[in-house]
């Protein structure tokens, strides 16, 4: 085949993929009854990280908010054939993945990255698959079913604004709904906790205090609706490297930072602090200029980093002057978003029908 010939047909199945995603519906393309899902981002605005453990996991303290800023995601099941998932399991598609306790579930994934960065998850590696699998395995369900997930995003991977986390713990309210359980069981949170710290934080939202690996509720606050523009550069930040980097010189929140937090009812009274952000700046030093830039910024006083990166978040005080900011942010190369800090969690979006 010349290399024309092969340009043509990869733009001729892109421009198949556009035309599907445009004309994307619940409706048609899951069939009636799918349930709608909000899976929201979050910032951290204490990360209070502590010694490494056995474990190679380190004691965490964090205060955790929702965003307005979400993905949404359709969810809907229907009985499937062992020869089905069989089928499936050999043909080895990147769009689906077999898991549950007797091979018994079949999850396709389609995955529409809105945030410009083309993001590509293997059905196997992506953490809803990851938590249909885990809840089916707690629950002892072996009916044989497909799942179909639809996730529309526009959480950037890598920002530390926990999108994948959020992803995984809208899938448990799904399948908790679909297979008749609670969203509270023991059992779902358990799950939600051992999928990654920030999992469990999804399930109840709005803003909380977590300690253990960070991944303990230990209250929750009253959230706060302030404004906000995000900004990350290209390049993302890996937890487990951000981790790493911090044990080579770890430095812990000053101890009146932590008791000014730990003592605040309101999330509009926790002062910011994030010790993990020398190390993601180690890694990555285009965050030192994001901070400062943002720092420079009319009405950008409080300036933080995203948990491990590579997104920065400025508080401000109206969604306009976010907005111009997100647009300078723009400017400048870096993905910008404007939004603010909201009571969402990881939830079924009600049918109007
Ligand atoms: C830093 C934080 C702040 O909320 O999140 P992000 O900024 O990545 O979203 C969290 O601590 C991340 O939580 P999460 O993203 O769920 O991490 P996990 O998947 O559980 O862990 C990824 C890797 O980070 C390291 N890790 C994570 C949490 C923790 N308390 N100690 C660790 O050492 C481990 O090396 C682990 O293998
Ligand atoms: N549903 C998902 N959405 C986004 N990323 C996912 C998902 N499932 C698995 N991942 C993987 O997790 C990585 C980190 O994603 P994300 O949770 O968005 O970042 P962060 O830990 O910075 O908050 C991605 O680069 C991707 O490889």
Redo the contacts with the bound molecule.
Sequence with gaps: MTDNVQRNREAEVNLLAAARDAQWSPTTFLGPGSLKLVSP??VNLLLAIGAARADGYHEARTIMHALALH?TMYVAASPATADEIAAAATAARPDAAVGGPADNLLVC?D?SDRTGQD?V?PAA??????AADALARALGREEAQRVAVR?E?Q??????????????AAMLVALAQLWGVSADDDRVVAVARSL?A?VAFFLQGGCAQLGGTGDALERALVPSRQAMVLVKPAA????AEAYRRFDEQPTPVQPAVLDAACAAADAADVPLANNLAPAAEALLPELAQVRAWLADQVGAEKVLL??????TFALVDTFEAASALAVAASKQGWWARPTSLSGLRAAIVPSRR
């Design positions: 981002a979050k993905d994934i995955l993001l998850v590696d992506n953490l809803v698959f990851k996730i995003k959480i950037p991977a890598q920002g530390g604004l926990g999108g994948g986390s959020s992803n995984a990654g920030d993302g930040v890996s937890t995203c948990g491990s990166g590579s997104a």
